[in-house]
């Protein structure tokens, strides 16, 4: 059973800082990984992906993923109130027919003024 | 930029009704996705496709069927809604890597 896991939350942090969602994943056959953002009542949006080890920047949003460990993280940079929202880790094979994801079940992020 | 459209946003039916959902996308994605999302359980899938006509069960099918004959738009068919198929209902596409979700369908089975 392929699993990601992630704690549920919620993660409270003081506007301005730096905000770390972590998660796991089970199946070392895993290559691609994908951080959403789901607001309450809309749907997950996209924020950035990762392939390869390291991490990858994007604005105030950094991914870093370490495969030998099986852990994907995402660090968000001077946190502000609009970031408090559900955050979704997906981990798949990128090229599996039907790119079939699998989604931890999100951390809850509250971002304090 | 990728568009997703979900049919319904709220959808109240009766036990025993069929139902149909539909998801309609726009940027020629061979594979769409159907999910359910429930507070504590995260997304499940229930059905995948990745061409016309095809399909695959997801992780929880029982209690739903899907339809694709045209590779935009792929449904969502609720044979006989039970109250336990309350939820919120997710469509995504995607080419071979990230997956684009719909607004999103809430569904009220009375």
Redesign the interface.
């Known amino acids: 059973q392929k699993e990601v896991e992630q704690n549920s939350g919620p993660l409270s942090v003081p506007e301005g800082a730096i905000a770390s969602l972590n998660c796991t994943y089970s199946d070392r056959g895993s290559q691609s990984f994908f951080w959403y953002r789901q607001y309450s009542g809309k749907s997950p949006e996209l924020i950035m992906f990762i392939y390869s080890n390291g991490d990858k920047e994007d604005g105030r949003f950094t991914a870093q993923l370490n495969k030998a460990s099986q852990y994907v993280s995402l660090l968000i940079r001077d946190s502000q109130p609009s970031d408090s929202a559900t955050y979704l880790c997906a981990g798949g094979p990128p090229m599996e027919y039907g790119n079939k994801l699998v989604f931890g079940a999100g951390t809850i992020l509250r971002v304090k003024s | 930029d990728v568009k997703v459209t979900q049919s319904s946003r709220y959808l109240v039916k009766r036990t025993g009704e069929k139902v149909f959902l539909e998801c309609v996308q726009d940027m020629d994605h061979e594979?769409m996705?159907w999910y359910r999302q429930d507070p504590?359980?995260?997304?499940r899938?229930i059905y995948?496709s990745?061409d016309v006509k095809m399909k695959?069960k997801?992780d929880i099918p029982e209690g739903y069927s899907v339809s694709r004959e045209k590779k935009e738009r792929f449904s969502l068919i609720l044979e006989s809604a039970s109250t336990n198929q309350t939820s919120m209902y997710?469509c995504a596409s995607?080419s071979?890597?990230?997956?684009?979700?719909?607004?999103?369908t809430r569904l009220l089975v009375l």
């Open positions: 594979n996705f504590g359980l995260g997304l899938l995948f990745y695959e997801g997710l995607s071979w890597e990230t997956q684009y979700f719909g607004p999103g």
